[in-house]
């Protein structure tokens, strides 16, 4: 039997153990670097956590742009906080492409939401960017991808951005830095409940 005294001194020296092994991480890791970060997949939460990045630096007092790719039927908590706080941002005038059903005018709305994008990412003022739902533009051949490869590699060096959107192409992930996919277990709407102000939107 091990005594109680035992265990403890055991979790202990676990712990004091994996500590070590953190800390050796956090001296190794000195580098500094703008970053892109791409949150995909099927689940809830992915432009939540744009979003949430952008207020993070905002309350660290640095400069945000947010462009969003796909105006949703309802207005956006986050925005309206965020633009409060001197954020810059553009949202693209058109629904889903399944509401609005006109490629054309998608086409046209998504250069021109593009075009707003471009002049963040040369803006070295700008500490971060949050590019909301780009992936579906790229993917419907709104935005040329190697437009935005470019774009995103000719950035100030200390600019981060972050992506957002289901069935992000694999040229975005692999230029990423850091790439997240969020999975849906389940969602409410599956059962008939409708989005809610606050948490959907
Ligand atoms: P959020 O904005 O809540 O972080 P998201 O960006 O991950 O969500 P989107 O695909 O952009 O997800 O969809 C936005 C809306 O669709 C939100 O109202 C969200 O709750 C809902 N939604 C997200 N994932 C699912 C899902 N797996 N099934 C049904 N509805 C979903
Ligand atoms: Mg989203």
Redesign the pocket.
Known sequence: MVSDEQKKQNHKERQQKLKEKVDERIAAATEDKGLLLVITG????????GFGMITRSVGHGLKAGIIQFIK?TWECGELNLLKQHGVKSHVMNTGFTWETQNKEADTAAAQLAWQEAKLLLQDPDIHIILLD?LTYMVTYGYIELDDVIEALNNRPAMQHVVI???ACHRKLIELADTVSE?Q?IK?A??NGIR?QKGV??
């Open positions: 099927n689940g809830k939460g992915k432009s939540t956590s949703g739902e957002t959107g289901r969020v849906s969602h709407f599956d989005v959907d939107w």
